[in-house]
């Protein structure tokens, strides 16, 4: 049974959490796999507690909002 974590910036819609679930469901099910045994995990983080290239993800991707 394949889990599988997902990080994203906190904020993201609900709508978005469900195509994220949907989609990546969908891959697993191509290879064979049946839905049910697919779960998918989707971890918030703030912006402030992720680092991109030395810098806060807050300032370095202020101007980016969530889906």
């Known amino acids: 049974m394949p889990v599988v974590h997902i990080y994203v910036w ?3 819609s609900s709508e978005a959490r469900k ?7 969908k ?3 191509q290879l ?6 697919v779960e998918v ?3 918030e983080l703030p912006k402030e507690n992720w680092g ?3 810098e806060q993800a807050s300032q ?3 101007h980016v909002k969530p889906p």
């Open 27 to 29: 891959t697993f099910t």
């Open 10 to 12: 906190a904020g993201i």
């Open 32 to 37: 064979g796999i049946p839905a049910e045994a």
């Open 19 to 25: 195509r994220i679930i949907e989609g990546v469901t």
């Open 52 to 54: 991109v290239g030395g």
């Open 41 to 43: 995990l989707i971890h």
């Open 60 to 62: 370095k991707f202020k």
